[in-house]
């Protein structure tokens, strides 16, 4: 199974990066710069794993990984400039799975996207 991975990061750079690297590591991957642009795309492009920006613009990290905590089985990842130790209890608090400060080693956030998606995987209620 492919996972579907959407990455919410105002950086154009790294964006641009993230995606680039993912696609060659074999996730269906996409990105956007905001949350209000995350919400428009994720009803068209469903996905299993989300990385998400702390200091976006417009709506934060923080609310965009409470709602999405909240309304399903994603896995939630946090790549932040932010490594005080209360932006990580929040994050926490708020659902994520993981907490990277950049600079992030993409080939590391590669094998714990893995690691998480398999997690997620054995943690689904098996259909009937």
Do not use: C
């Amino acid at each position: 199974m492919t996972l579907r991975v959407a990455i919410i990061e105002d950086s154009a750079d790294l964006l641009d990066e993230l995606l680039a690297f993912l696609r060659h590591r074999g996730f269906d991957v996409w990105g956007t710069g905001s949350a209000e642009l995350f919400w428009r795309q994720l009803h068209r492009s469903p996905v299993d794993i989300v990385l998400i920006d702390i200091g976006l613009p417009g709506e934060d990290g923080f609310s965009v990984l409470d709602y999405l905590h909240e309304i399903g089985q994603y896995g939630l990842i946090v790549i932040t400039a932010r490594g005080q130790e209360r932006d990580k209890l929040q994050a926490f608090n708020s659902g994520a799975d993981l907490y990277f400060i950049k600079p992030v080693n993409f080939s590391t956030l590669a094998d714990n996207i893995h690691a998480l998606g398999s997690r997620l995987q054995q943690q689904k209620p098996p259909e009937h």
